[in-house]
């Protein structure tokens, strides 16, 4: 071979091992350092929190507000439920307070705490209907500083804190300021709103514009004996067909699996009895897994939180038909009724949309007749506006 060749032939070995270590190279395992670093994944964004608490005057002239608040309440959730911060929907939680009842403590202004943050919107909505009045003095200071200092509120400032208390009567009675609540309220970023049940101007004169102005929230009044609007709809004889489907979907486990099944069923009567839309509205509510979450109670949604659930479930706590299944036949029912409660929650969703876009046409329509201020207007109006503040995008 002369010279010539011998160069050429050595050079395409060296271009062939080259190109075979290049060709290797991506294959091999590379050290991280802070030049070479690991490809990062962006985590998820988190779901943001809005905690409410609602602290009710249950004094003598209080019955209208208390009617108005049981049909409200799913309203509400359900506006809290089209909110959504970069495209992830927050989870809500409840509080509910009464002040005013002459039989709760003196030492504790008459204040009594219904219900602490929950997302068991069940308990919240049965215990609404439990409410009665009774003359009493409405110490409004005292019941918002109770809420503020018994309640685990979140310390993050991203996430919507809000406070709503509706009555009548002097705002300034009894021995907590209300200026103590509202520097409170500054501390952990909550908002007071303070709804006047009757005349605008004679709420201002009896200082609960004072409270919303402290407590840098809204301060709005309501006629709390307006009859609660029940606008009928095409579309509510389906909602409570798919939401008797979707209360089939539902296993209950451990010690209170029995009872907040049956709990659920005496909600939905309960508010089907009331208020025809209330009850359209709390199926609405149930349609959505970031609102309605039974965890607690419940094998399928507490499954989808937690997988190992299934393992460690005492098999005796479920349901009759249940307790002599194995685990992996436990696994495919579960596995069953989650498919089906998503099937159905989208159909709820699908039709509840409508169900809206009727009833925003009939209110349009029925505008110019009447525009009575209640409680379930006021308090939408409200975190409509608010929650933009905290990024909260509401449909």
């Given at each position: 071979m002369n010279t010539l060749n011998k160069l050429f032939a050595g050079s395409l070995l060296i271009m062939g091992a080259t190109a075979f270590m290049?060709?290797?190279?991506?294959?091999?395992?590379?050290?991280?350092?802070?030049?070479?670093?690991?490809?990062?994944?962006?985590?998820?964004?988190a779901a943001r929190k809005v905690q409410v608490a609602v602290l009710l005057d249950v004094s003598n002239s209080?019955?209208?507000?208390?009617?108005?608040?049981?049909?409200?309440?799913?309203?509400?959730?359900?506006?809290?439920?089209?909110?959504?911060?970069?495209?992830?929907?927050?989870?809500?939680?409840?509080?509910?307070?009464?002040?005013?009842?002459?039989?709760?403590?003196?030492?504790?202004?008459?204040?009594?705490?219904?219900?602490y943050f929950t997302r068991d919107l069940d308990e919240v909505s049965r215990n609404l209907f439990k409410l009665t009045t009774n003359g009493g003095d409405e110490y409004c200071g005292h019941v918002m500083y109770t809420s503020l200092t018994s309640l685990e509120w979140d310390a993050s400032p991203d996430n919507y804190k809000v406070i709503f208390i509706a009555g009548n009567e002097d705002f300034l009675q009894g021995d907590i300021p209300f200026t103590r609540a509202c520097s409170e309220a500054k501390k952990k970023g909550v908002i007071i709103n303070t709804i006047y049940c009757g005349d605008r101007m004679q709420g201002i004169k009896e200082h609960w514009n004072l409270g919303s102005e402290c407590g840098t929230g809204s301060f709005t009044n309501i006629n709390q004996n307006a009859e609660v609007i029940d606008i009928a709809t095409p579309y509510d004889t389906v909602l409570f067909q798919l939401n008797i489907q979707l209360n089939a979907t539902y296993i209950g486990y451990g010690?209170?699996?029995?009872?907040?099944?049956?709990?659920?069923?005496?909600?939905?009567?309960?508010?089907y009895k009331n208020n025809k839309a209330a009850a359209a509205q709390r199926v609405a509510v149930k349609g959505k897994k970031q609102l309605y979450n039974n965890s607690s109670w419940d094998l399928v949604d507490a499954s989808n939180d937690d997988a190992t659930v299934l393992d460690k479930v005492a098999l005796n706590t479920l349901p009759d038909e249940l307790k002599n299944k194995s685990r992996n036949e436990?696994?495919?029912?579960?596995?069953t009724k989650s498919r089906e409660r998503t099937n159905i929650q989208k159909e709820i969703s699908a039709v509840s949309v409508k169900r809206d876009a009727f009833i925003a046409a009939e209110k349009a329509r029925r505008s110019t007749k009447t525009n009575e201020r209640t409680l379930e207007s006021e308090i939408e109006k409200i975190i409509r506006q608010q929650a933009q503040k905290y990024n909260l995008k509401i449909q």
């Amino acid at each position: 071979m002369n010279t010539l060749n011998k160069l050429f032939a050595g050079s395409l070995l060296i271009m062939g091992a080259t190109a075979f270590m290049y060709y290797k190279k991506p294959l091999a395992a590379q050290p991280t350092s802070p030049e070479n670093p690991l490809p990062q994944h962006p985590a998820p964004p988190a779901a943001r929190k809005v905690q409410v608490a609602v602290l009710l005057d249950v004094s003598n002239s209080m019955d209208g507000l208390i009617e108005q608040a049981k049909a409200q309440l799913w309203n509400m959730v359900s506006v809290l439920g089209k909110a959504t911060c970069n495209d992830v929907a927050p989870t809500v939680e409840i509080a509910l307070y009464e002040y005013g009842r002459p039989t709760n403590d003196s030492r504790s202004g008459y204040v009594k705490q219904i219900n602490y943050f929950t997302r068991d919107l069940d308990e919240v909505s049965r215990n609404l209907f439990k409410l009665t009045t009774n003359g009493g003095d409405e110490y409004c200071g005292h019941v918002m500083y109770t809420s503020l200092t018994s309640l685990e509120w979140d310390a993050s400032p991203d996430n919507y804190k809000v406070i709503f208390i509706a009555g009548n009567e002097d705002f300034l009675q009894g021995d907590i300021p209300f200026t103590r609540a509202c520097s409170e309220a500054k501390k952990k970023g909550v908002i007071i709103n303070t709804i006047y049940c009757g005349d605008r101007m004679q709420g201002i004169k009896e200082h609960w514009n004072l409270g919303s102005e402290c407590g840098t929230g809204s301060f709005t009044n309501i006629n709390q004996n307006a009859e609660v609007i029940d606008i009928a709809t095409p579309y509510d004889t389906v909602l409570f067909q798919l939401n008797i489907q979707l209360n089939a979907t539902y296993i209950g486990y451990g010690q209170a699996g029995r009872a907040n099944a049956s709990k659920q069923a005496e909600v939905d009567q309960l508010n089907y009895k009331n208020n025809k839309a209330a009850a359209a509205q709390r199926v609405a509510v149930k349609g959505k897994k970031q609102l309605y979450n039974n965890s607690s109670w419940d094998l399928v949604d507490a499954s989808n939180d937690d997988a190992t659930v299934l393992d460690k479930v005492a098999l005796n706590t479920l349901p009759d038909e249940l307790k002599n299944k194995s685990r992996n036949e436990i696994k495919q029912i579960v596995a069953t009724k989650s498919r089906e409660r998503t099937n159905i929650q989208k159909e709820i969703s699908a039709v509840s949309v409508k169900r809206d876009a009727f009833i925003a046409a009939e209110k349009a329509r029925r505008s110019t007749k009447t525009n009575e201020r209640t409680l379930e207007s006021e308090i939408e109006k409200i975190i409509r506006q608010q929650a933009q503040k905290y990024n909260l995008k509401i449909q």
